[in-house]
C-alpha cells in the first residue's frame, strides 16, 4: 500500500494534518511512539487524581462573537468542542514589591493601567487599533494578498516588542505589566518582534482564552476517532527511526523492522532532530537546514495533588505568576539557575470544577531554563528532583502566604529528560523553537517555499507559526492546505 500521506507524530500538530488530509479523501497514515496521542496534550494518572501535561489555556478558539482559527478549523473538520471562555485571573508578584491581581477582561486591565499611569488608556486604544491592523495583514499575508493597506503592519515590521510599546509612549512600568505573557515562553521583550507581540496581544484580548471542558487525553481521543472513523489509519507504539529516498517515495522505517510507503512525509517534530537522527543529515548541515533556529527554554514542571478544597486551602486564582523582576530584559538572565525565582502556578479547579476529586485541588508549578542546567544526566536525578519540589513549594508558600506543604497527597516531577522522552523534543524544549529576532513568525512565513527538502514538510510547534497548542495546531491545517492546494514546493 502506498499512503498519499505518512505522518510522523500524533502530537496536536500531526493530527490536525490527518484530519483535514482525511477530510480532502487522502490516503494517510499516522505513525506515533507512545501507546495513545496528543503528544504534550496528554493525561496521567496518579493516586486519585489525573494530571493533565499541558492545556491550561486554549488561545485563538474565541467565543460566538470573535471566532478564532482554532475554532474555524474545527468547524471545518466538523468537530464540535465543549469549552468555557475564562477570565485574565492572574495573581502577580515579584521578588521586591510588585503585586497586583488581574482579573476580568482586558478592558478591566487597562483601567487598572491607567490608574497606575494617567494618559495610559489613550495609548493602549490606539495599541489596540495597530494590533487589529497586524493581525488583518498577516491574514493577507498568509493568502498572497497585497499588504498596502496595512501601514502599521509596515511600520512596525522590523520593530522589536519593547520598541514598538515604547514608539506608543508607554511608561515603563506599564510596558512591563504588558510583557508577563512572553517571559514565560522565553522571549523578553527586547528579544520578540513588534509583529509576533500583537499577534499574541490580538489573541488574547479579542479572541479570549478558553479550557476544554475534558481532560487532555479525552480531548486528543476524541479527534482521533474523528480521524479513524473518516478513514485515517494510526499506528501506535511505532517508533519512527528513518526516513529514506526510495524510486520517488519516501520509506518510513520504525523500530520494529516495518517499512511504509508514500509519496509525502510529514513530521510533526522539531527539525533539528528529524534532520538529525531520522534523515541522519551530517551534522554541519543541520543548522543550515533548520534555519539556525534556536531552541525555546526547557524547564521543569511539578504537578501536586491536594487533599482539602482550594476554598480551604486560599488557592483563589486560576494563575500565580511570579517574577524576580518585572522587567522581562533582564528578567531573562536569571533564568540559568536552577533555583531561581520566576516561576508559574495554576490551579485548574479555579476554572474547572471537576478538575479533581470533591475536597481536592491540583496546583501545577512551573519553571523555565535558559541554559543546560539539567546536563548531568549521571547526577542523582531522583534528589536533584526533590529539591527542586521542595523549593517551588516553599517559595510558593512564601510568596503567597498559602500553607500548601501539609496538604500534598501526589507529586510528580518533570524534568527536561522525561519531556524529551514523552516527545523527544530536543533538550526537553517546552515551546519548540523560540520566536525571537530575525525568526519570527512573518519571515518564517517568507521563507516557508525556501525551506523545502521536496515531500518533506513539518508541523507543530517547532513549524511556522510558533509554540502552543492553537499554533501547533493550526500549523497542521495551514500546511496541509498549502499541500492539496500544491503551493507547497
Ligand atoms: C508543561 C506544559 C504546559 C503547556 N501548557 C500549554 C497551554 O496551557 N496552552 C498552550 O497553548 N500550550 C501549552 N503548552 C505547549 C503545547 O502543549 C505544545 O506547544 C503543543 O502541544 C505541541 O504540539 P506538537 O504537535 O508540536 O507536538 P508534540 O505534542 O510534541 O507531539 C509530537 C508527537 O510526536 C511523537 N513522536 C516523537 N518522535 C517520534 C518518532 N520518532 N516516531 C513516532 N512518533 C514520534 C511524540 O510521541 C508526540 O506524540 C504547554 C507545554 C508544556 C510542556
Redesign the pocket.
Known amino acids: 500500500m502506498i499512503y498519499d500521506y505518512i505522518i ?7 493530527i490536525s494534518a490527518g484530519l483535514n488530509l482525511i477530510k480532502n479523501k487522502k490516503k494517510v497514515l499516522i ?4 501507546s495513545l ?5 496528554s493525561t496521567f494518572k496518579k493516586g486519585r487524581f489525573e494530571f493533565d ?7 485563538n478558539y474565541g467565543n460566538s462573537e470573535y471566532i478564532g482559527d482554532v475554532q474555524t478549523v474545527l468547524n471545518k473538520y466538523g468537530i464540535d468542542l465543549d469549552t468555557t471562555l475564562i477570565p485574565l485571573n492572574i495573581n502577580i508578584k515579584d521578588a521586591k514589591n510588585t503585586s497586583y491581581i488581574i482579573d476580568g477582561d482586558f478592558e478591566e486591565f487597562i483601567v487598572k493601567l491607567e490608574e497606575f499611569k494617567e494618559g495610559t488608556i489613550t495609548k493602549l486604544k490606539e495599541f489596540l487599533k495597530i494590533i487589529k491592523e497586524i493581525h488583518e495583514a498577516v491574514r493577507a499575508l498568509q493568502k498572497n494578498e497585497s499588504l498596502s493597506n496595512y501601514p502599521h503592519f509596515q511600520k512596525y515590521i522590523d520593530y522589536t516588542a519593547l520598541d514598538g510599546l515604547k514608539d506608543l509612549g508607554l511608561d515603563k512600568e506599564v510596558i512591563n505589566r504588558l510583557g508577563i505573557w512572553y517571559l514565560d515562553l522565553g522571549s523578553p521583550l527586547n528579544k520578540l518582534s513588534f509583529i509576533d507581540y500583537a499577534l499574541f496581544m490580538y489573541k488574547l484580548i479579542f479572541k479570549k482564552d478558553v479550557i476544554i471542558n475534558k481532560k487532555n487525553i479525552g480531548f486528543s481521543l476524541d479527534l482521533v476517532n474523528y480521524y479513524q472513523k473518516n478513514g485515517g489509519k494510526i499506528y501506535y507504539n ?4 528513518d526516513i529514506i529516498e526510495d524510486d520517488g517515495f519516501k520509506v518510513v522505517k520504525t523500530k520494529d523492522n516495518l517499512e511504509y510507503k508514500g509519496r509525502v512525509v510529514i513530521c ?2 522539531a527539525k533539528r532532530y528529524v534532520f538529525k537522527e ?1 534523515i541522519k543529515t551530517p551534522n554541519k548541515m543541520v543548522n543550515r537546514l533548520e534555519n539556525a533556529r534556536s531552541l525555546s527554554p526547557n524547564g521543569v ?1 511539578v504537578y501536586l495533588g491536594l487533599n482539602r478544597s482550594r476554598e480551604e486551602i486560599g488557592l483563589n486564582n486560576y494563575k500565580y505568576y511570579h517574577f524576580k523582576n518585572m522587567d522581562s530584559v533582564t528578567n531573562v538572565s536569571y533564568m540559568n539557575d536552577l533555583y531561581h525565582d520566576t516561576w508559574i502556578g495554576y490551579v485548574p479547579n479555579v476554572v474547572n470544577e471537576e478538575a479533581s476529586p470533591k475536597n481536592t485541588t491540583i496546583l501545577v508549578l ?1 519553571r523555565i531554563y535558559f541554559s543546560d542546567v539539567f546536563d548531568d544526566k549521571n547526577g542523582d536525578i531522583n534528589k536533584l528532583k526533590e529539591n527542586l519540589a521542595n523549593d517551588l513549594v516553599t517559595k510558593f508558600e512564601e510568596a503567597y502566604n498559602i500553607d500548601i506543604r501539609e496538604y500534598i497527597e501526589e507529586i510528580e516531577v518533570v524534568t527536561p529528560f522525561r ?1 524529551e522522552k ?4 530536543v533538550n526537553g524544549s ?3 523553537y523560540s520566536l525571537k529576532g530575525y525568526d519570527n513568525s512573518i519571515n518564517r512565513l517568507l521563507a516557508y517555499k525556501d525551506e523545502k527538502i521536496p515531500n518533506l514538510e513539518f ?4 513549524s511556522v507559526f510558533g ?4 499554533n ?1 495546531f493550526y500549523s497542521g491545517y495551514f500546511v496541509t492546505e498549502k499541500l492539496l492546494n500544491n503551493k507547497g514546493d
Open positions: 510522523v507524530g500524533a502530537g496536536m500538530g500531526g505513525l506515533e511512539k507512545n496521542p496528543g503528544g504534550l496534550v501535561t499541558s492545556i491550561y489555556d486554549l488561545y511505532s517508533y519512527v527511526t510533526d517534530l531520522l514542571v512551573k519531556l514523552i516527545t523527544n523534543s517546552m515551546f519548540g508541523v507543530g510547534a517547532y509554540p502552543g497548542i492553537d501547533a
